[in-house]
């Protein structure tokens, strides 16, 4: 059983119903056509039965509508949520990565400016060097 066949136990018992429905009617419909009364009075039951049927069909056709109503409403508002919620965490990801992408970008030149400066004091150390060596 699935979490939606939890959710909404009526769906999962439906078909029982349905058949116990029809095989109640076939069976009334069976003590009708074979009890032993008049013509007029077995016409009479069977409007009457049929009658009954057809309210009760009509009960059933509406419950099932406002049910599933009630469910396409459920199932609307659920992917609505869904939706948002991906929007924010996607949204989330992009301030984090645009965030961590500055202070890469911040590391990355302050590395760069610290080897520009060793470099540039090394060439001066070789530089002083080779001059107090000629001389």
Not at 3 to 32: C, D, M, R, V, Y
Not at 59 to 70: F, Q, R, W, Y
Request: hydrophobic share 35%.
């Amino acid at each position: 059983m699935n979490q939606e066949e939890n959710n909404h136990p009526i769906q999962s018992s439906s078909t029982f119903l349905k058949g116990a429905l029809i095989g109640g009617l076939i069976g009334a419909a069976a003590a009708l056509l074979f009890a032993p009364k008049p013509g007029n009075e077995l016409r009479g039951d069977l409007s009457d039965k049929l009658s009954l049927v057809t309210d009760k069909t009509k009960e059933v056709a509406s419950a099932v509508g406002d049910k599933a109503s009630e469910l396409a409403k459920t199932v609307s508002t659920k992917s609505s949520d869904v939706a948002k919620s991906v929007v924010e965490g996607t949204h989330n990801i992009v301030e984090s990565v645009r965030s961590s992408s500055a202070d890469v970008s911040e590391e990355l030149a302050d590395a760069s400016n610290k080897v520009k400066d060793t470099t540039i004091e090394a060439a001066q150390d070789v530089h002083k060097e080779l001059n107090a060596t000629k001389y």
